[in-house]
């Protein structure tokens, strides 16, 4: 099992930038893809972006591709998003998790994570 924790939420002016983290307990969690989703208020989750367990590959969905990074250090323990030129659209609670994965492989599907944060709020002011 993992257990995971996001930090780095918060209020930023549109146009800023944050940077998302996500924490896992455990020795185990190169064993794992991972990715980030976020969820606005009336809306479904949805995938944000996904990276391989090596960190090798990755991908994004269309309405943040060239202005997010999702990106792993297997050695803390730890996943990223960064985000830049931050729009009002992004706002929502974005959640970090993981699913079990063969090496080299994106996992896109929300039903293969089996494990997930707490989500950290990210809003984006006009």
């Known amino acids: 099992q993992v257990q995971l924790v996001e930090s780095g939420g918060g209020l930023v002016q549109a146009g800023g930038s944050l940077r998302l983290s996500?924490?896992?307990?455990?020795r185990?969690?190169?064993t794992y893809a991972m990715g980030w989703?976020?969820?606005a208020p009336g809306k479904e989750r949805e995938l944000v972006a996904t990276i391989t367990r090596g960190g090798d590959n990755t991908y994004y969905a269309d309405s943040v591709k060239g202005r997010f990074t999702i990106s792993r250090d297997n050695a803390r323990n730890t996943v990223y998003l960064q985000m830049?030129?931050?729009k009002p659209e992004d706002t929502?609670?974005?959640y970090c998790a993981a699913a079990g994965a063969i090496w080299g492989v994106l996992v896109g599907n929300r039903e293969r994570y089996g494990y997930w944060g707490q989500g950290?709020?990210?809003?984006?002011s006009s």
Do not use: E, I, P
């Open 84 to 86: 830049n030129s931050l």
């Open 28 to 30: 185990t969690f190169s």
């Open 37 to 39: 989703f976020r969820q």
């Open 92 to 94: 929502a609670v974005y």
């Open 120 to 124: 950290t709020q990210v809003t984006v």
């Open 22 to 26: 996500c924490a896992a307990s455990g």
